[in-house]
C-alpha cells in the first residue's frame, strides 16, 4: 500500500487514541488498504467475501471505500485505490467520515466508489502584493491532501526572484524553504509546480539570448535537482508580444529540458494575451495569438483565465472558443478568490460561476487566491469539491462546510461575516459577487418606505435591527476566539474591527428613524451614529495602509449603502421638525480636494 496512506492512517489512529496491533485480533477493527494492482491476499479476501467491487474501473486517484461493521466482530475497513494517491485520498475520506462520541471514533456504514472529475486540481499562487508566508504554504499543502486537491503552482508575483530577478539563484536560505515544502507536497499527493517570469526582460536573439535561455535552464535544473517534475515558464502581464519568439524558447526548453529528462510532467505556460476577450476568440483571432498557439508545441499546457482578466464565472461555450484555437491543451486559471486589485476588501463568499459542463472540455483548474492564505481556504474548499464531483457540485453546501472546517466552535458566527464579506467590488475589473444575501431584500424595503412615506416598514425594520445584533455579536466572539484559528483571526481582525462598527452603525441608524420627533433620543442616537462613522474612518486609516489599494471596508455592497442612505434620510426628516444638522454620511475616506 502506498507509504504515505498507510503513514497518514496510523496518525489519524494515533490522534485518537486507537492503537495498531501487532497481530489480527477479531475483536478489533480490521483496516485492509493497498492498490488495485498489489497482491495483498486480505485485501483481496475481503473485497470478494463483502461483494466489493475493485478500483480497477476508475480514473487515477480514484478509490473505494467500504466500512462494514457487521463482519466480524469489531468490523472491517476496506480502501483501495487506483493508485497511490488514490488510496491515499481514500484514507482522507475516512478521516472525514469519523465522528467522535464520548472519546469514541465511531464509522457509520459505507460504500462508496469515487473519482476526481478533474485531473490537474489546485492553486497557483500568482497574486500581486505580499507573497505566502513559509508558514502559509506548508498550512496550505497539507489542507490540500485533505481536501484531494493535487497541484501548487509557485509563482507569486512579487517574488523577487520568479519575476523581476528571475536570472538570478535563490539564496540558500529560501532553497532549504523551497526543499521543505517540496517534500510536504510529496508527502501529500501534491504537484509542486516551479514557475518563472521571465517575460519582462529576457532577450531572444544572439548572445543575450542564448545566455538567457541558459540562465532559465540553470534555475529550473537546481529546481529539478531537489525533486521539482513540474515547471511553468509565464509570459503574462508583460509589454512583449512577440508570439513566435516566445513559442520558440518555450519550445526549445520543452525539448532540450523537459523532454530530454523524461520524467518531467509536460510544460506549462500563460501567453500574454491570456483572456479569451484578448484573443480575439469570438470574433477576429488577434495576431500575437494566432501566432502564438500556432508555433507553440502541441504537448505544452496553455491556461487561460476566462472572457476577462477576473470573469464572473467560466462556462462550456468559452471553452469551446478557446480550444477551437489552442485545442484540448487548455487549463483554467481562475483570479477568484484573488484580490490583489481590490486589497481593502475580502472575498469570503461561496464558489460560483464554474459551469458544470466544463468537466467534459477542460482537465486542469486551478485558482488564484487572495494574499490571506487562511481565509482563502473558504473559496479553496469549494473549488476542491467542484473539481473533484462536478455534477453534485453545491455551492452554498461546500460553503458551510469550509466555514465549518475552519471555526468548527464558531461556524454561525464566521457565515455572518463571510455573508458580508464577498463582494469584490466596485473595481476597474468590473467582478462582482452576491453579498449579504438575507437581508438584502428587507434592506431595500426599509429605504423604499422610509424614502417615499417617511415611515418604517415594521417587518423589515426588525429584521434589519436583528441582523445589525447578529453582526455585532459575531464580531465580538470571533475578536475572542483567537485561539481557534490563530492565522485566520490575524488575516480577517482588521476586517472585524469595522464589521463591529458597521453593526453598531446600523443599530445607531434604526433608532433614529424610530426617534426623529423625539430631539433628546434622536440627537444621541445622531451622535453615536455620527461618532461611528468617524471610527469607520479611523479603522480604514490605520490598517492595510501597504496595499496598493489601502484601507478596510466591510459590508460595502448593501449594509453600509443602506445604513448611509438611512440615517441621511432620518436627519432630513428631523431637519424638517427641529433641527438644522448635518445629514450627509462621512465615507470610508476623506475626499480629498483636487
Known sequence: ADADAVSDLKGFLSENGITVNEQ????DTTIILGESDDEIPALDQAKERLGIEGAD?????GYVLSVRPEDSEGGTVVIEGKDGDGTFYGVQTLRQLADESEGNVILAAADIKDEPSMSVRGTIEGFYGNPWSHE????QIEFYGDMKMNTYIYAPKDDPYHREQWREPYPESEMERMQELIDVSDRNKVDFVFALSPGIDIQ????????DYQALVSKCQSLYDMGVRSFAIFFDDISNKDGIKQAELLNRFNEEFIQ?????KPLITVPTEYDSNAMGVASTISTYTEEFAGTLDPSIKVLWTGTAVVPEGIDVSNAQQVKSVYGDRMGIWWNYPCTDYIQNKLGLGPVYGLDKGLEDEVDFLVLNPMEHAEASKIALYGVADYTWNMADYDSRASWKYALKALMPLHADYLETFAA???DQGPSGLEFRREESVSIQSALSKLLESYRKEQKKDSTSYGEVAKECRRIVASANVLLASEKENPALYKEIKPWLLQFKLVGEYGGEVLDMMESFQMKECFMRSYEQARALQILMREVNDTYNRTASHPGIKSGSRYLRPSFDALFELATEHFNKICGNLDAKPLPWEEVKKQ
Open 204 to 211: 531572444f536573439d544572439g548572445s543575450a539570448g542564448e545566455s
Open 420 to 422: 458580508h464579506n464577498s
Open 57 to 61: 474501473s476508475l480514473a487515477e486517484e
Open 24 to 27: 489480527a485480533d477479531e475483536a
Open 136 to 139: 502559509d504554504r506548508i498550512s
Open 260 to 264: 530530454a529528462k523524461g520524467d518531467i
